[in-house]
């Protein structure tokens, strides 16, 4: 069942955080379903940019619908990850989306209010809700890159003015997270102290944790064991996940995670079974694996056994 976001940061709200997944394939797309259903958690479908554009944009929404119908027990959304203007309102009117993410944070703060009042006022016409984001995450993932020394925290009481003004229904905020696999060096960590300021100025109101991959220290060395280069690669704690949710975060963002998940199983596999050139068996290691990935994270989020209570207040 697809439902909009805010429903579920309703039903979430100050207890745990939704798990938000990129996806890009029918192997994630089936390990993502899988996990979510094994651990009886409501989830959101995050697709971004560059995954519309990887085969073209029909050929997920018809995985997407295609899952719908093979595990009629799932509730999630269905979101626009990193959007600009023109892709917020090709998804808005698809028809096919249930919230998208305008991000114009590398925007002037005022231009930044304009723009995402513009989508705002386009989505609520059609019933769909808005993310928009204030602060800037560092690192690169897909089109989104920023240099560390541009990287800015949220300022709690812009976040108030930003809401107000612009009408969003959620906001991405920056308290230290970045994009890709290369978050944190030594005992950085996240900024529980803005995020909580942040929560102040906006009481009961969704925020939103991009670049939230953890970087398991496993996966990494795993990798590496079977040919990979990643160097120095370091995550977030993802037991501070639900100190999170308790200061007002619903929705968070695991992207690289996923990544690193496909790029371990692939490695070892092919270095295992250097003969092997079917990708099916492999594939299917892929989405059992998956699955586990999504019901740990699910755990950690707290969202995990919620489904039954999510389907009652949004039937």
Known sequence: M??????LFAAAYGKYAIGAYNINNLEQAMGLFRGNIDSKAPFIIQI???ARSYTHKKMLEGLITSANEVFPDAIFAVHLDHGDEETCYDCINSGFYSSVMIDASHEPFDKNIEITRRVVDAAHAKGLVVEAELGMLGGVEEHVAVDESNALLTDPRQAREFVERSGCDSLAVAIGTSHGAFKFSGTQGLHFDVLADIQKELPGFPLVMHGSSSVPAEEVERINNAGGQLKGAKGVDDNQFLKAAT???TKVNIDTDG???WTRVHREYFRDKPSEFDLRPVGKIFMGEYANF???KNE?????GHLDEVRALVS
């Open 259 to 261: 990544r690193l998940v």
């Open 294 to 296: 999504i019901a740990h």
């Open 300 to 304: 950690k989020l707290g969202s995990a």
């Open 48 to 50: 971004s940019k560059g």
């Open 247 to 249: 200061l007002g975060v």
């Open 2 to 7: 697809i439902v909009t976001t805010k429903k």
